[in-house]
């Protein structure tokens, strides 16, 4: 089974220019998130998709991020403009449903540096 | 939000047994406690998850008291391979629906010597 794939790996961009990234989560899973992971903390929640409709955006900064589930399956995220505190690893992540309890299923992740 | 405490780091040696408690004083009824680890450079990675007692797979354990407010996560004879990030969850089912949000901390630095 594949796994959840994400690109690029790494982008390195200037502050106030925009940038996105995609997710391809595992075929099937109804469920999609994405984190924001910064350097020696762990990952925070940033949007949450049931399909393609978001149930759980409540961290995402909504002045400068963006984000679809195309068709209940891709995913992207946008920054614009991007700021230095952006710098960070954007993690992609799937499951099947949506509980707690489910296991989520990472990928590699994007690192983004903003300089 | 049902949080979590855990130790910022442990040191083992190859071939112990390491155990790494995490507190979770706030947790509720319905949630269950997850652990994840995670390797430089990766996402994290599904270890184990248990609502009360013991369970155990091929990986690792986990001990729950009966009041629930702590889990150990119990890794048997560790390698060098099992260094890495371990985050103790607890499901958080926000607003009374079955949707959840985990809420990772900062997690347990894991170091294996040889």
């Known amino acids: 089974e594949a796994g959840v794939a994400q690109s690029p790996r790494y982008k390195i961009i200037e502050k106030r220019q925009s940038v996105a990234f995609w997710c391809n989560p595992i075929s099937g899973h109804a469920t999609l998130y994405w984190y924001q992971q910064i350097l020696g903390q762990g990952p925070k929640l940033l949007i949450q998709?049931?399909?393609?409709?978001?149930?759980?955006d409540s961290q995402l900064p909504k002045d400068r991020f963006s984000a679809e589930r195309l068709k209940g399956v891709d995913s992207t995220l946008k920054i614009q403009p991007a700021k230095l505190e952006d710098s960070a690893v954007y993690l992609c992540a799937s499951s099947p449903i949506s509980g707690s309890t489910d296991t989520q299923y990472f990928g590699p992740g994007t690192r983004l540096t903003v300089l | 939000l049902a949080k979590t405490t855990q130790p910022i780091s442990m040191d083992s040696y190859e071939g112990q047994e390491v155990n790494i408690t995490c507190s979770h004083n706030?947790?509720?009824?319905?949630?269950?406690i997850t652990w994840y680890q995670q390797f430089p450079s990766q996402g994290p990675r599904f270890i184990i998850q248990?609502?009360?007692t013991k369970v155990t797979n091929e990986v690792a354990s986990l001990f729950i008291p009966a009041d629930r407010k702590s889990s150990t996560l119990s890794l048997p004879r560790v390698s060098l391979s099992d260094t890495a990030v371990y985050y103790c969850l607890v499901g958080d089912r926000a607003r009374g629906s079955t949707l959840g949000r985990l809420y990772f901390g900062r997690g347990t630095q894991l170091t294996v010597w040889p």
């Open positions: 248990g609502y009360k």
């Open positions: 998709f049931q399909n393609n409709g978001v149930v759980d």
């Open positions: 706030n947790i509720a009824t319905n949630d269950y």
